[in-house]
């Protein structure tokens, strides 16, 4: 069975500040790997995805992530964070063809003004 | 955004009542689900359906059941609540690429 780690539970920024929320995955085939955005009381949206391919994703509002299949891991970037990106964000890992996701347990991002 | 809406938002309810949570589509999609979010555990699978009729368990499945009698609308019920089940119940469906999933709103449920 495939596990999602977000290692960070909490994380603290200053605005104009570069990020990176780490995610590792366990799944015996490649993933599919997602990254969620949640604001407080709204659903989950989709930041970005990797499937295949090029190994480094570009998604909404400037994040990437890079899939590093050595390391097991799906890290989710930005170069300079804005207020306006403090949120839950959550990792999770798919089995492919219209199956179910596992996900992590989250990390919330506060940004300084 | 999919055309993914969720009823109730809220919903309040005592110990030991029947609860249904509907799930409703405008995408024609395959695929819903149906997630629990609770502190500390992310999001966690409920039950799922493949098709019209076609559901199949998911990682916390008991003391949920689900019905999908139309490919538009996926439906939750609690039989018999009880407080452990007090959480934030999201739907979600695949997208044309059958891996990506999309969310609904969320229904926060409170269990007396």
């Known amino acids: 069975a495939q596990s999602v780690t977000q290692p960070d539970i909490h994380i603290t920024v200053s605005e104009g500040a570069s990020l990176e929320l780490r995610c590792n995955y366990s799944y015996g085939a490649t993933p599919y790997l997602f990254w969620y955005v949640q604001s407080p009381g709204q659903g989950l949206q989709l930041l970005l995805k990797?499937?295949?391919?090029?190994?480094l994703v570009q998604g909404i509002k400037g994040f990437e992530a890079e899939f590093k299949r050595s390391q097991s891991s799906f890290n989710l970037r930005k170069p300079s964070v804005h207020w306006s990106d403090a949120a839950e964000y959550f990792c999770a890992v798919g089995t492919g063809g219209g199956n179910k996701l596992t996900f992590g347990t989250g990390t919330q991002l506060k940004v300084e003004l | 955004d999919a055309g993914i809406t969720q009823s109730p938002r809220h919903k309040v309810t005592e110990t030991g009542t029947p609860v249904t949570l509907r799930c409703h589509q405008t995408e024609n999609h395959r695929y819903m689900y149906w997630y629990r979010q609770d502190p500390g555990h992310g999001l966690r699978l409920i039950h799922y359906s493949y098709g019209v009729k076609d559901t199949d368990k998911g990682e916390v499945s008991d003391g949920y059941s689900v019905s999908r009698s139309k490919t538009e609308d996926f439906l939750l019920t609690l039989e018999s609540a009880t407080s452990s089940q007090t959480s934030v119940y999201f739907c979600a469906i695949a997208g044309v690429e059958q891996e990506t999933q999309y969310f609904g709103p969320g229904t926060r449920l409170l269990v007396l």
């Open positions: 990797y499937f295949s391919g090029d190994t």
